[in-house]
Every structure is written in structure tokens, then in C-alpha cells.
């Protein structure tokens, strides 16, 4: 009897651990992982099924499962520093444990992994885009005439656009996409605001700060870039529209400028069919926008 009840103990114990799986979502990632003894998969797609199988029984069992991106180099870099013998599976395990306090994470809720993996992937992108854009903000240092953070500043102003952005939209759900062009690459940040039954915003912290500071890079170098946000509402067209970045603030594009942007080709120029059911229109007034301080490095 007292057997029993400590196996029945075991199993409510063990519905209060979560757990994190690092999953190789390419198979160049998994061939890498064959280096390993250790790693006795040979064929990805078994692999996958293996997973996905796994997550389903710790489902069923109670448990909590979040989802992380393992990277093979990064794995062998970790183990490197600090002495690690790669090939042991105890340290793939430690490796994990690390990933998902610091890289992304997909929480594991009965989704099929071809639902899982692109979010996964999303996320990872996600992550990568903020602190990319974070870390070339805090290098512009401080402003050489006034002595203030140039990068901190932007991202003042470049919040304060926002909730301004989104206060002026019209009702309904928004997504929002900022670009921002320069070498080496354009960083794009997405943003979805929906509306709940007050008509209140309602907002990723993630995707809004990832949001925020790709805008305030944009602010803050005068590069290339914009904004533009497609509303949606029942019994209405979508509207879209939007401003590009110039002089460290938004200014709006005309209505024929947005249609040119959804409505031709990038790679070819030709022009493609507008969508039916959509206004593209210009950009409601976001008044008085103040003047910024034009800071230098």
C-alpha cells in the first residue's frame, strides 16, 4: 500500500516539472548533430515524428512542455568554453536548460509540428531582430552637442509614435510593419493589436518592444525605412496605410503611394492586382508632432 501511494505520488510530482525540448528543425542542423555518437537519430523526419510523439504523451501526462531552438554551433561553442565533452547527453540536456531562459521559446499546447515549427522559427527571427537593433542602438553613444543617450532618446519618441499610431487608427484589429533599410540588411519588426470589448489595445510586450526599438533605430539614423498598418473591422473594407521615416519623425505617405507598395512586384516591377475589399488610403492626422533634437554621434 505505501508502495503504491509513492508511485502515486511520483506521477503527481511528476506533472509539477516542466520540461524543455531543443528541437533541430533542419535537417542541416540535424546532420550536424550525427557528429555525435551520443545522437543515434539517422533520418529527420523519424526524428521529428519522434518529437512530436513525445510531446503529446507529456500532454496527456499533465506536464508543461516548452520548445527551443537547438543550434549544433552554438551548442559546440558552449561546450568549449567551458570544458564540455559534446558527445555527452547530459550536457545537450544542460545546454537546453540554458536555452530557455535566454532563446526563444514555443510553449507546447497540442499543436501539430507544422504549426509549431514556422512559429518557432518566427520566434527565434523575433528575438534575433530586437537584439540586433538594440545592440546598434546603444552604439550611437551619446549625442556630441548635448551629451544625451541618442539610442535611449529615439526609443522614447519612437514609443510615443507608437501609442500615437495607435490611438489615431480607426476601430478594429491593426497590424503594423516597420521597416528600417541599412547595411548590412533591412530590419523588419511586426506588430498585431487587436481589440478587446472596450476597445483597448491589446499587445505582445515582446512584439511590441521588438516593434519599438527597430522604429527608434530608424529614428535614430535617418535611414531608409516606414510604417504601415493594415486595420481590420467586420462589415468594413481593411485599410491601409502608412508614413515613411524621414528627419527623425513620420511623415505620411499618399494614398497612390501605398497602393504603388502593395500593388507592384519588388522583384520585377509589374504591377499586381490591388486586393479586393481594401481601402489604400492615407494615414489619419497624428497632430502636432514635435520637433526632435537632431543628435550627432
Request: aromatic share 6%; with cysteine.
Amino acid at each position: 500500500m505505501a508502495h503504491t501511494d509513492r508511485r502515486t505520488m511520483r506521477r503527481v510530482l511528476r506533472r509539477e516539472i516542466a520540461g524543455t525540448i531543443g528541437l533541430l528543425t533542419d535537417e542541416h542542423d540535424f546532420r550536424a548533430m550525427r557528429r555525435y555518437r551520443s545522437f543515434t537519430f539517422d533520418d529527420h523526419t523519424a526524428y521529428l515524428r519522434e518529437v512530436e510523439a513525445l510531446l503529446r504523451t507529456r500532454a496527456t501526462q499533465g506536464g508543461h512542455t516548452t520548445v527551443t531552438l537547438f543550434d549544433p554551433e552554438e551548442y559546440a561553442v558552449y561546450c568549449t568554453e567551458r570544458g564540455l565533452d559534446p558527445d555527452n547527453p547530459s550536457h545537450r540536456t544542460r545546454f537546453t536548460a540554458e536555452l530557455a531562459t535566454t532563446g526563444p521559446t514555443i510553449p507546447y499546447e497540442g499543436q501539430p509540428l507544422s504549426e509549431l515549427l514556422p512559429a518557432l522559427v518566427d520566434e527565434a527571427v523575433r528575438q534575433a531582430t530586437w537584439e540586433y537593433a538594440a545592440t546598434l542602438l546603444a552604439r550611437l553613444g551619446s549625442c556630441a552637442s548635448c551629451g544625451e543617450d541618442i539610442g535611449r532618446a529615439a526609443f522614447t519618441r519612437a514609443s510615443a509614435l507608437l501609442l500615437r499610431v495607435l490611438d489615431t487608427a480607426p476601430p478594429g484589429n491593426r497590424h503594423l510593419v516597420c521597416s528600417v533599410s541599412g547595411p548590412p540588411e533591412t530590419l523588419v519588426a511586426v506588430l498585431h493589436a487587436d481589440q478587446d470589448d472596450e476597445r483597448a489595445a491589446r499587445l505582445d510586450e515582446a512584439e511590441a518592444l521588438e516593434f519599438t526599438t527597430v522604429l527608434a533605430l530608424g529614428l535614430a539614423t535617418d535611414g531608409p525605412g516606414g510604417l504601415v498598418m493594415r486595420t481590420s473591422a467586420p462589415g468594413s473594407p481593411d485599410r491601409i496605410y502608412g508614413w515613411r521615416l524621414r528627419g527623425n519623425t513620420l511623415h505620411p505617405l499618399t494614398a497612390g503611394e501605398v497602393f504603388d507598395a502593395y500593388c507592384t512586384d519588388i522583384e520585377t516591377g509589374d504591377l499586381v492586382s490591388p486586393e479586393s475589399d481594401v481601402d489604400y488610403c492615407e494615414p489619419p492626422d497624428l497632430g502636432v508632432q514635435e520637433t526632435p533634437h537632431h543628435h550627432r554621434p
